[in-house]
């Protein structure tokens, strides 16, 4: 076994607990041992940058992170009390994007939450949800996102349009081992006035989702103000996402079929069904 195939998504759904009213949260000590963190000071340190974040976006510290007392067997039938903390989702999403980042469960653990996380703010019962309808809600959200992330770049000094282009292919290039968008285009068999992001499939736009969320946070979060030091991110962020997915031994975004429907064609059907 390699160092990569003990990593599952498999890793956090095992540690995953759910209280009474069936709300899931997650043990700090026992996501300290699976993110490989030897010491509980190492890993509180880490935790507190994340209730930081926390209370900068805007949310309650206490709503995601629940301070508990548990008694642990040290031997001989005896315990004692430690502290422990429990976190919701988000919470842990925090956590994995301030942890160790050359760590690969680090890795895997940004992707699993974020994409986890992105997926109940769209909208509680996502899992519930037809393939049309995930696409219809992530596609909503990576419009939503792109305006978020075209305003970082410009920030980042990314001000003409024709650089924007360059700026976007870069994060696809990173993401699709590669190919830019006409080569997307092209793979894809779409038309001129046809976008991509209206031909991808859910799990594909949730990986462009993720690209383009995890792209704006690090260009705001380091403050960047070069336009080839924000390209050189854009592409960063979209190749360490495809080796994310090639680890949990995911189909390349490239590789994914090109759903029969647009997005358009979804949008025409549901308006439809709402007259009748």
Known sequence: MNGLDKYSEKTF???????????????????????????????????????????????????????????????SGAERKIEDIML????????VQNGDARK??????????????????????YDQLTEDQKRLAIRNEMIAHNKSLAEAAQLAGVLEPKDYAIFQDKGYQGLYGGLGMREIHARKGLKKNQKILDHMGSTELAANLFRATQTDEKLRRENIHSKDKANETHYEVGKKVRQTIKELGGTMPEDLPTPEKSIRQIEKEQETRKLK
């Not at 935790?47 to 949310?59: D, L, V, W």
């Not at 919701?88 to 956590?95: E, K, N, P, W």
């Not at 690969?104 to 019962?125: C, S």
């Open 88 to 95: 919701s989702r988000y919470a842990c999403y925090l956590i």
């Open 104 to 125: 690969k469960v680090i890795a895997l653990g940004q992707t699993y939450f974020a994409i986890k996380t992105r997926q109940q703010e769209l909208i509680e019962d």
């Open 13 to 75: 759904e095992d540690i995953k607990h759910y209280t009474e009213e069936g709300i899931e949260f997650w043990y700090a000590r026992e996501l300290q041992n699976v993110l490989e963190y030897k010491q509980w000071r190492r890993f509180d340190e880490v935790i507190n940058r994340a209730k930081i974040a926390c209370e900068n976006s805007e949310n309650v510290v206490s709503d995601h992170f629940a301070n508990v007392g548990k008694m642990v067997d040290i031997g």
